[in-house]
């Protein structure tokens, strides 16, 4: 087939207007168009009043291979490169061992789904519930004020990505089209078909449930196993090769000793005891970048007429969403992160007596509010002291936003016109909060460290120039948001993907510094599974 890119039409284009615009670009009787798909779907709302929706297709024509070699100059029409997955390896008739994956995240489901695709049986240990389980603890804490501190928005199956706005995007390179096979994954297991084509596919948390519970399925009809609440306490290591895992040890039990020499480390950002162990360990980590700051929510209506004006509420637009960064006086930098379109603020916390935010949205994104979390970077100069450093000041944050909230698990929330003037919130603007269970209005001038205040008081008037409304004063801000991802890298060898200091251990995801969202942490997995698989091979043949 021939790929098609960067063919521009109208918003309210007709249905002939496709078919048109491939005959007038490769200059063809419409007769020697077979058929043609859409690979993709964007839009270009920089002129509000003549938003362009841009489309890549892939075309069948009669004559292909002539028309290429026409084409040849024309960037925009080129060959439709190979989509299909490719195995790298396939598992030898008599498994010696079987590779573990630690942790049931995007990341963690995809190495074990790829894994058993390729005939290796994976082991999957989580050490949160299964995801309807999972689910109703998680809801319970948002209502109830009860917190499982192993199932969770951040423990469980399906990982963090489970209570989010579901986004299938990432700005990762992909050379090999890893993104395709997770896509087509998530497809086949129940997602929409339009995931496949649309600019910025989302799925929501409702249908991410059903679709995570057909994956497993699969990997166990394929020789898999999933095994919940197996919470890995202990790695063992010698002369420098991981030989196994324990899991669930307590003061009266020793736990259970599971062996193998291959083992992926997919245990998401917020695994921080997983963290402090692999260091008593010996494995090699550092240090490294990440972002604190708050969640805003406005209107959805207010978002939607800023980036659309006139064609807000075109369905084929949906809740607008966006994209902000301001580098600020004091040399740092702001910016929006997980904007969630018709979505709410969600409590987060997977440790007692801590308040931490996320945003969550379902595939309708028809709530009233938009909210994204406002941050701003910062780096292991800011929090000196070692590789786990972030860790201390995450909790830090946290275990005050808790006191600020009223030690009860609501979180401290600011309206943006007190915010930004430094003062006293007496009573909220229009915008009603969505964080559950609910919020306590204080001055959270407080909650960060004050380079942080700063850089975000200057920050939101300058989003307000792009995004007209975005400093209004009636807008929300709750607080803190301090897992937008791990503050610590489990470094690994480019080519082999296995940890510098520790032969078999495949650190991976967002919790090993190697991903940040659904879809990069899922490519991850896809690289990580077939690392596993050539080494295993590599590892019987010797």
Known sequence: MIRLTNIQLPLDHNDAALENAIVSMLDINAEQLVRFDIFRRGYDARKKTRILLIYTLDVEVQDESGLLEKCADNQNIKATPDLNYHPVAKAPDALTERPIIIGFGPCGLLAGLVLAQMGYKPL?????????????????FWRKRELNTESNVQFGEGGAGTFSDGKLYSQVKDPKQYSRKVLEEFVAAGAPDEILYVSKPHIGTFRLVSMVEQMRATIIELGGEIRFSARVDDLHIENGQVTGVTLNKSERDNGEHIASRHIALAV???????????LNKGVYIEAKPFSIGFRIEHEQSVIDQARFG??????????????????????RSVYSFCMCPGGTVVAATSEENRVVTNGMSQYSRNERNANSAVVVGIDPSDYPGGPLAGIELQRQLESHAYIMGGSNYDA?????????????????GTVQPSFK????????SDALPDFCIEAIREAIPEFNKKIKGFSFDGALLTGVETRT???????????TLQSINTQGLFPAGEGAGYAGGIMSAAIDGIKIAEAMALSMNTK???
């Open 124 to 140: 999957i240990l989580e050490r949160g519930k299964e995801v309807r389980e999972r689910t109703k603890d998680t809801f319970g």
């Open 268 to 278: 998401g950002h917020s695994a921080r005891d997983t963290f402090e162990m692999l």
């Open 485 to 495: 991802s791990a503050p610590i890298s489990i470094k690994r060898d480019n080519d």
């Open 412 to 428: 401290p929330a600011q309206t943006v016109g007190a915010f930004l003037r430094g003062e006293k919130p007496e009573q909220l």
């Open 437 to 444: 269970p609910g919020i306590k209005l204080t001055d959270l």
């Open 540 to 542: 019987q043949s010797e």
């Open 310 to 331: 006139p064609n807000a509420g075109n369905p084929i637009l949906g809740a607008a969403d966006y994209k902000l960064v301001h580098h600020c006086k004091n040399g």
